[in-house]
């Protein structure tokens, strides 16, 4: 059955990287000044990140957000005072498992832990996590499989390889996970392991139930592969431009791309509706037919014209027969 969304929305919840932030990483002032009319409506706005809470405090701020989020991949929903609500962790025994496979073929991975980022030693990749995503620099704990007993982990990032590696592991693992946990792709240089049925839809669905909300009078927007879910569960799904195909062919609707503002065009088009499609405005009533002009007297006509033209008439004249 075909999704019926709201006429008026009551939640905008857009995912961050290559969505909310352009290619620098960062929120335009067009796009900040649209989700705040968006809330001055009274459209509740969320964030839907596979990053911590803690990556994006600034943007949360600058908004003025009083509305949960979700964070990790959906694992984490967290409240606007900072309170975080954990929704699941790997197991131990196939995170060590993974964890071998992939480090004996050259992969790094990062390991999530609450507001943790564990890594086994400092690299480049390690790094750009803090750098360009805004993350807590990642602890060095040394090898990640002596902590799983021990350390819950809500999700490990492999990367570190060239895209086609990355491709390769993803086939691999897919074999060795079996079903037990979930792999999806926010980059398509990265690999993230999640424990099964996790998603942003996941914990979507309890953050709607605690605020009243249904998930058709919400808007959902996304550029990956880990946004896929979170677009079906909304009434209205909506990719950016620069989206991966497999986003594009769910959505219910493609806006511009993160680069060029996407994210105003749709509070425009379905939250403010300040703009409409030329075949789709309203159109003006015609204007009472005016009475036709009288015309002024003209003078006698010289007395040597024609005797067979006749003289001009106005439209309230009648001509002589």
């Known amino acids: 059955m075909a999704k019926k969304p709201a006429p008026t929305p009551k939640l905008l919840v857009t995912d961050v990287d290559g969505t909310l932030l352009n290619s620098q990483h960062q929120m335009t002032a067009r796009t900040e000044q649209a989700l705040k009319a968006a809330i001055a409506k009274g459209v509740r706005v969320a964030l839907a990140t596979g990053k911590t809470r803690r990556s994006v405090e600034d943007i949360i701020q600058r908004l003025g957000l009083t509305t ?21 962790t790997l197991d131990p025994t196939l995170v060590r498992r993974v964890l071998t496979f992939a480090e004996e073929r050259g992969f790094q991975a990062m390991a999530y832990s ?4 564990l890594v086994r030693a400092m690299t480049t990749e390690a790094r750009i996590l803090t750098q360009q995503y805004g993350e807590p620099l990642p602890e060095v704990v040394g090898p990640l499989v002596n902590l799983v007993d021990d350390v819950p982990l809500n999700k ?68 990956g592969e880990n946004d896929i879910e979170m677009l079906q569960l909304a009434g209205l799904g909506v990719a950016v431009a620069n989206a991966n195909p497999k986003l594009k062919a769910v959505a219910d609707a493609t806006v511009a791309s993160n680069d060029a503002d996407g994210l105003v065009e749709l509070v425009e088009k379905y939250i403010l509706k300040a703009t409409l499609p030329s075949d789709e405005k309203p159109a003006e009533p015609k204007p009472e037919a ?29 001509p002589s027969e």
């Open 68 to 88: 949960p989020g979700v964070f990790v991949q959906g694992l984490v929903i967290a409240q606007p005072d900072g309170a975080e609500q954990h929704l699941g």
């Open 114 to 117: 609450g507001k943790r980022i």
């Open 156 to 223: 490990v990032i492999f990367c570190g390889r060239e895209t086609k590696h990355i491709t390769a592991l993803r086939w691999q693992l897919g074999h060795l996970v079996e079903g037990s946990a979930r792999l999806t792709q926010a980059l398509p240089d990265a690999i993230e392991l999640l424990p099964y049925g996790a998603s942003k839809a996941t914990a979507l669905k309890l953050m709607l139930k605690d605020l009243g909300i249904a998930p058709e009078e919400m808007i959902a927007v996304g550029d």
């Open 290 to 318: 005016a009475p036709a002009p009288v015309a002024e007297a003209k003078p006698a006509e010289p007395a040597d014209k024609p005797a067979d033209a006749k003289p001009e008439t106005t439209p309230s004249e009648t």
